[in-house]
């Protein structure tokens, strides 16, 4: 059911469903290689962990409000502003 009311929603409601996909993957993996250092002090995991979270929740709140029709909006980070973001630290 869920995959026919997908593969019916706006194009423009299914990429921005795709991109926030896409941006929680690249916030998953970009934090967990960044955790794989074996010389990572625990208080260095820990902030990674935090920061990972900070970024996560809203864009994991998103996509609810979208369906529930919620204007799609430019308020969610794109891929590359949350790849930037990761290199900054």
């Not at 993996?29 to 990972?52: C, F, I, Q, S, Y």
Request: hydrophobic share 45%.
């Amino acid at each position: 059911m869920a995959i026919a009311t997908y593969d019916q929603a706006d194009p423009n409601v299914r990429n921005t469903l795709d991109t926030l996909a896409v941006t929680m993957t690249i916030v998953l993996e970009a934090t967990r290689a960044a955790m794989d250092d074996a010389d990572r002090r625990p208080e260095t995991v820990a902030a990674l962990a935090g920061n990972a979270i900070g970024w996560l929740k809203p864009l994991i709140a998103r996509p609810g409000a979208i369906v529930n029709g919620e204007s799609v909006g430019e308020n969610a980070p794109t891929p590359q502003d949350v790849v930037d973001k990761l290199m900054k630290r």
